[in-house]
């Protein structure tokens, strides 16, 4: 499989769950970013990781916890999440961290 | 603080027609600029990416020119297509001092009809 992919393509959640998002890359690059999209916003980015170290974290809420066990895998666990939290996470990645990035499909996720 | 504004909001043409999609930002201190499509409930595809010393960029029927002085960046689709439908969003990395982060626009919406 190539290019950058993410798991699950969906997933609805109550608020009181926890689950996770994940986002492996297959192009050897060394930077990895979670990006939210809401209805009618631009993309907002959340979390920058920069050789597995984080190096942005975009005033995101603690109900958001980003890990990077290593350069190809990146996650996102989600706890007691809020309705307007709903919307789709998108994952990148790029060479490094000033290059082109990459996107990945999104995981549309709904909070309910 | 950067902002990217992209006009307009939603374009539908006939099939075959030129267009061009406008998209403009407030601090011309930027280190490059992308231009993506996005399908409906999909990711971001990259469609041009422009160095702030270049001044165009050309893929097939795609041409992004960039005028960094005055803020601005077009992508120019020649001879439409109904598969050019899509959200095309433009986003400019604000130069090296901010690191990581990409600016982007809300986008246009384009529907070319068959």
């Known amino acids: 499989e190539t290019g950058v992919t993410q798991t699950p393509r969906h997933l609805v959640m109550g608020m009181t769950n926890k689950k996770s998002l994940k986002c492996e890359q297959h192009?050897?690059?060394?930077?990895m970013y979670w990006y939210k999209q809401s209805a009618k916003k631009p993309l907002e980015l959340m979390f920058v990781?920069?050789?597995?170290?984080?190096?942005e974290n975009n005033s995101v809420p603690s109900r958001f916890s980003p890990e990077c066990p290593n350069s190809s895998h990146l996650f996102l666990h989600l706890h007691t999440l809020q309705p307007e939290d709903s919307a789709l996470y998108l994952c990148?990645?790029?060479?490094?961290?000033?290059?082109?990035?990459?996107f990945g499909p999104g995981t549309r996720l709904t909070v309910t | 603080k950067q902002e990217v504004t992209q006009i307009p909001a939603a374009l539908s043409v006939p099939e075959g027609e030129n267009l061009v999609l406008n998209c403009s930002f407030t601090?011309?201190?930027?280190?490059?600029l992308q231009w993506f499509r996005q399908d409906p409930g999909k990711g971001l595809t990259s469609l041009l990416l422009?160095?702030?010393?270049?001044r165009e960029q050309t893929s097939g029927r795609l041409n992004a020119s960039l005028d960094k002085s005055s803020g601005r960046s077009t992508l120019y689709i020649a001879a439409s297509q109904p598969g050019d439908s899509a959200t095309y969003l433009c986003?400019?990395?604000?130069?090296?001092?901010?690191?990581?982060?990409?600016?982007f626009g809300a986008g246009t919406i384009l529907r070319v009809k068959s």
């Open positions: 192009l050897g690059h060394n930077a």
């Open positions: 990148a990645s790029s060479q490094d961290s000033l290059d082109e990035q990459y």
């Open positions: 986003a400019v990395r604000p130069g090296k001092e901010y690191g990581n982060k990409l600016v």
């Open positions: 422009i160095q702030s010393s270049q």
């Open positions: 601090d011309s201190a930027i280190y490059n």
């Open positions: 990781y920069s050789l597995e170290e984080r190096v």
